[in-house]
């Protein structure tokens, strides 16, 4: 059965909510409807704001999760600047560093996808949209 979820990855966006200002993250999960999907929202908002280039921060993102998948380590905490991103073999969840919330549990192939999802978007020079069906766990 396919995923009604898509990972979509585009360029940063500004809006107006309520009467205010905001700009888009570049990667979110949606709905067929386009909306965004909560339970995917730290992880997605510590990608955005924590995988600024692919041989940086993406790199040191994919060394932990492949130390992981390897049996090096059994659990890492690792992050950013503004995030700290819990791993083990299953699950992946999320501290924000300045408030941001915590929990945001999702699965460990789930994390990876929408990191690798990331890291294309990012190698591209031209920054073109993705968006593709985002597994269910």
């Known amino acids: 059965m396919k995923s009604p979820l898509k990972l979509r990855v585009e360029p940063r ?11 888009t993250r570049k990667i979110s999960v949606i709905d067929n409807d386009r909306n965004i999907v909560e339970p995917y929202d730290l992880m997605c908002a510590c990608l955005d704001s924590d995988v600024q280039t692919v041989e940086g921060s993406g790199a040191l993102f994919m ?20 995030w ?12 924000g560093l300045y408030s941001q919330g915590e929990g945001g ?3 460990f192939a789930q994390f990876k996808f929408a990191l690798e999802t990331y890291l294309k978007y990012l190698a591209d020079p031209q920054h ?6 985002f597994p269910d766990h």
């Open 13 to 23: 966006k500004k809006i107006e909510v309520d009467g205010e200002r905001q700009v």
């Open 63 to 82: 060394h932990w999760l492949r130390k992981i998948e390897a049996g090096e380590v059994g659990f890492i905490d690792f992050g950013g600047n503004g």
């Open 84 to 95: 700290t991103v819990n791993a083990n073999r299953d699950k992946v969840w999320f501290e």
């Open 105 to 107: 549990e999702v699965s």
């Open 128 to 133: 073109k949209p993705i968006e593709v069906e």
